[in-house]
T-cell receptor, first 114, second 114 residues
């Protein structure tokens, strides 16, 4: 089983619908992140959480919200989806202990808003 | 302005040939620099990490170099294989006292042809 699991893997939704992307991890890491990836733009940070009670906005948080339900779970919501939110979304985790801060990514969720 | 710039944007090489990917960054100071490999439809996976004091590091056929003075890193792939076809992403981490943020380059799309 993957250490960082995202569900669903693919989703097509209509404009205006609310949608939730879920992420769970078995690595025991305290930090979790949501990124979106668009062709030619690389990965951009939407939200991040350093522990269950800590939620922070990233560079492109408008139109998104998150919930850290437990150390192992971090969900991303689009309250009212719009077509320009069509992208590949990645959840990632990292461990604040040590110096390497390697990010471990899930398999991604391909979201299409029509 | 993107603080991590990669070149070329895309590259096509023949199987068995060598290639070098470039990463220029303006993040200063930085904690570490990683190269990630992202296969199509999958999340990025770390290949190698470079800290400020390291000049070169190898991981099999992958060799990363770092020149902290010129703020440049390169990833050299030797004897390329078809499985090397992927996007290669340079990621610079700012120091913890500055938030420890991960700053992503746009990636270089490598295609290895038989």
């Amino acid at each position: 089983d993957a250490d960082v699991t995202q569900t669903p893997r693919n989703r097509i939704t209509k404009t205006g619908k609310r949608i939730m992307l879920e992420c769970s991890q078995t690595k025991g890491h305290d930090r979790m992140y949501w990124y979106r990836q668009d062709p030619g733009l690389g990965l951009r940070l939407i939200y991040y959480s350093f522990d269950v009670k800590d939620i922070n906005k990233g560079e492109i948080s408008d139109g998104y919200s998150v919930s850290r339900q437990a150390q192992a779970k971090f969900s991303l919501s689009l309250e009212s989806a719009i077509p320009n939110q069509t992208a590949l979304y990645f959840c990632a985790t990292s461990d604040s202990r040590g110096d390497s801060f390697e990010a471990f990514f899930g398999q991604g969720t391909r979201l299409t808003v029509v | 302005k993107n603080q991590v710039e990669q070149s070329p944007q895309s590259l096509i090489i023949l199987e068995g040939k060598n290639c070098t990917l470039q990463c220029n960054y303006t993040v200063s100071p930085f904690s570490n620099l990683r190269w990630y490999k992202q296969d199509t439809g999958r999340g990025p996976v770390s290949l190698t990490i470079m800290t400020f004091s390291e000049n070169t590091k190898s991981n099999g056929r992958y060799t990363a170099t770092l020149d902290a003075d010129t703020k440049q890193s390169s990833l050299h792939i030797t004897a390329s294989q078809l499985s090397d076809s992927a996007s290669y992403i340079c990621v610079v981490r700012s120091p913890s006292r500055q938030g420890g943020k991960l700053i992503f380059g746009q990636g270089t799309e490598l295609s290895v042809k038989p």
